[in-house]
Structure formats: structure tokens, C-alpha cells
Nanobody, 121 residues
Framework: QVQLVESGGGLVQAGGSLRLSCAAS????????MAWFRQSPGKERESVAE????????YYLDSVKGRFTISRDNAKNTVYLQMNSLKPEDTGVYYC??????????????WGQGTQVTVSS
């Protein structure tokens, strides 16, 4: 069983930056692809960024490309999401998830509890 704990959310003005962290425990971290999901008010939860177990492969939702960067430190069992040039539409609860590379976007095995990100205009 893998436990995921997110941190780093908060309130920021449009154009600002935040760095989310997700600490994993209870499993072999490097075996899992990791993803950050976002659930915005009135919208379904969507994957905004994913990274392979090695850290070589990444995916980004079109609307965050060039602004968000996902990375991981397998020695620290932690995945990060650096968010720059934030927009009000980036507001939502951000969840960390772990799973298999092919299916982490659709059926992750594990979820964190979420961290709120609010971007004011």
C-alpha cells in the first residue's frame, strides 16, 4: 500500500508561482508512474501532468504546457509540480496519484488527499 501526501498549495495572484510536492511512502516509488490531477469547480478531475518511473517520460495537458513542470526525486520518494504564470483557471484541488505508466491517467492505483490551489485575478 502506497501513501501519498501533497503539500505546497495556497493562494497566489495571477502570474505567480507555486511548487507542489507529493511525498510517497509504503512502496517502491520508482516502480510507479506519477501524475498530478486537478479538479476545478464544476469540472471533472483531469490529469495535468504525468511522469514515468525513471523520470524520462513526461506528459502535459495542453493548457499547462510551457507553464507547469513535473519532476521527481526517486531518492526522496517525492514528485513535484512547479507551476508558473498561474491563471485563475488553474484554481482547483490538486491531487497526486501513482500507477502504471499506461493507465495512470485513467485508473491510478493510489491517490493523495489533495491540496487546494487558488489563483486570484
Amino acid at each position: 500500500q502506497v501513501q501519498l501526501v501533497e503539500s505546497g498549495g495556497g493562494l497566489v495572484q495571477a502570474g505567480g508561482s507555486l511548487r507542489l510536492s507529493c511525498a510517497a511512502s509504503g512502496g517502491t516509488f520508482r516502480r510507479y508512474a506519477m501524475a498530478w490531477f486537478r479538479q476545478s469547480p464544476g469540472k471533472e478531475r483531469e490529469s495535468v501532468a504525468e511522469i514515468s518511473g525513471s523520470g524520462i517520460g513526461t506528459y502535459y495537458l495542453d493548457s499547462v504546457k510551457g507553464r507547469f513542470t513535473i519532476s521527481r526525486d526517486n531518492a526522496k520518494n517525492t514528485v513535484y509540480l512547479q507551476m508558473n504564470s498561474l491563471k485563475p483557471e488553474d484554481t482547483g484541488v490538486y491531487y497526486c496519484a501513482a500507477g502504471d505508466l499506461i493507465t495512470v491517467r485513467t485508473t491510478p492505483h493510489y491517490w493523495g488527499q489533495g491540496t487546494q490551489v487558488t489563483v486570484s485575478s
